[in-house]
């Protein structure tokens, strides 16, 4: 009875929308069947190169449903919404800091990941150049100089360097992504299936 | 109280899985709210020569994902699933043959795209040639000589190009796609969000 459940693994990229509003919601649905959640930002910008995809925003009519769809999502969820002026975001310096903070507090790297969603998608807020992302990072009282030191550490970045090449060869081609006992599921849609999978136990 | 209200556009693709899945649900989530629906097959090909985009099956990683969630959304919905060995379907007979029966009986040609899409989808079977389309037919108590020369008619032809031009004119990108009173959905994922639209008027 007493069995540790595997953790959901969530792979995101902060440049995503449906990666934000993925993110408003994979914790409670992991907390209903008494799982966890490992957040693991990612650059998809480097799969992408990989796969030959392109952003969704950068495709013709693709791009302008895709403003008008998250928009609408997010109203759907209620929760806020603002879609940046400057996009896409470069993920690079935010998804450090969250692995920079995480060698130190993971619950903390956690708050930093919500934080950092909430103030890009949420408020619209540019997130691209590590003195933003200090910024968000001292709201949660993190030191500012110690972030932006950190996220230089030849180790974080390898950090995230690994962890995109491991979504990769995990076959993590999108993002949101989730692992839910290496049952691969994509998009922030699939969120009311990966509940069924986990009530069910899989069909 | 009579005012009859639009019914939902629902934009397809014979060779596409999701909206094979779409298929099989979107009649009853219009029904629930006294819609009906039209049926537009179109080309999805002409469309991504357009818009740069590539079937998703022809994508590395993407493509094995596919073929995994597909199936798996099959077994969620409890339909009949099978991966035909000939992918992917080049849809252009199969659709003809839906505009040109539409021309003479409405119902029969929903019934037929119903029929085309289990044959193709959920047995796997190939319907790439006017014959295999006419032998879904004839299981309908369609004239099989009568389809084989209604396809061939320039007005037939010309109907599948303009639905297809129509469609993008709307901003249809992709399929399965559905216009409720002129608000975009894409995707099969978006049946129940569609759903609370419908019935709550949007939001």
Same mark, same amino acid.
């Given at each position: 009875?007493?069995?540790?459940?595997? &953790?959901?693994?969530? #792979? %995101?990229?902060?440049?995503? +929308?449906?990666? #934000?509003? $993925?993110?408003?919601?994979?914790?409670?649905?992991?907390?209903?069947? /008494?799982?966890?959640?490992?957040?693991? +930002?990612?650059?998809?910008?480097?799969?992408?190169?990989?796969?030959?995809?392109?952003?969704?925003?950068?495709? +013709?009519?693709?791009?302008? #449903?895709?403003?008008? /769809?998250?928009?609408?999502?997010?109203?759907? =969820?209620?929760?806020? %919404?603002?879609? &940046?002026?400057?996009?896409?975001?470069?993920?690079?310096?935010?998804?450090?800091?969250?692995?920079? =903070?995480?060698?130190?507090?993971?619950?903390?790297?956690?708050?930093? $990941?919500?934080?950092?969603?909430?103030?890009?998608?949420?408020?619209?807020?540019?997130?691209?150049? &590590?003195? $933003?992302?200090?910024?968000?990072?001292?709201?949660?009282?993190?030191?500012?100089?110690?972030?932006?030191?950190?996220?230089?550490? +030849?180790?974080?970045?390898?950090?995230?360097?690994?962890?995109?090449?491991?979504?990769?060869?995990?076959?993590?081609?999108?993002?949101? %992504?989730?692992?839910?006992? /290496?049952? &691969?599921?994509?998009?922030?849609?699939? =969120?009311?299936?990966?509940?069924?999978?986990?009530?069910?136990?899989?069909?």
């Amino acid at each position: 009875m007493a069995t540790q459940k595997a &953790p959901i693994e969530f #792979y %995101f990229d902060f440049a995503s +929308p449906y990666g #934000y509003l $993925a993110s408003l919601r994979i914790d409670e649905v992991a907390a209903r069947h /008494d799982r966890t959640v490992v957040w693991r +930002p990612i650059l998809l910008g480097v799969i992408f190169k990989l796969t030959g995809m392109k952003a969704n925003v950068h495709q +013709p009519l693709r791009g302008e #449903y895709l403003r008008h /769809d998250t928009a609408r999502c997010a109203r759907d =969820l209620g929760v806020p %919404f603002t879609f &940046p002026a400057a996009m896409p975001l470069n993920p690079v310096a935010a998804s450090r800091a969250v692995y920079w =903070l995480e060698i130190h507090d993971a619950r903390q790297a956690r708050a930093l $990941a919500v934080a950092i969603y909430h103030a890009h998608w949420g408020e619209g807020r540019d997130l691209e150049s &590590p003195s $933003a992302v200090a910024d968000v990072a001292a709201t949660l009282g993190i030191d500012s100089a110690a972030l932006l030191e950190g996220i230089q550490q +030849p180790d974080v970045k390898d950090r995230l360097r690994r962890e995109t090449e491991t979504a990769i060869a995990r076959g993590v081609f999108g993002a949101p %992504f989730f692992l839910v006992d /290496d049952e &691969p599921f994509w998009g922030a849609d699939r =969120l009311d299936q990966i509940d069924r999978w986990l009530a069910t136990g899989g069909w």
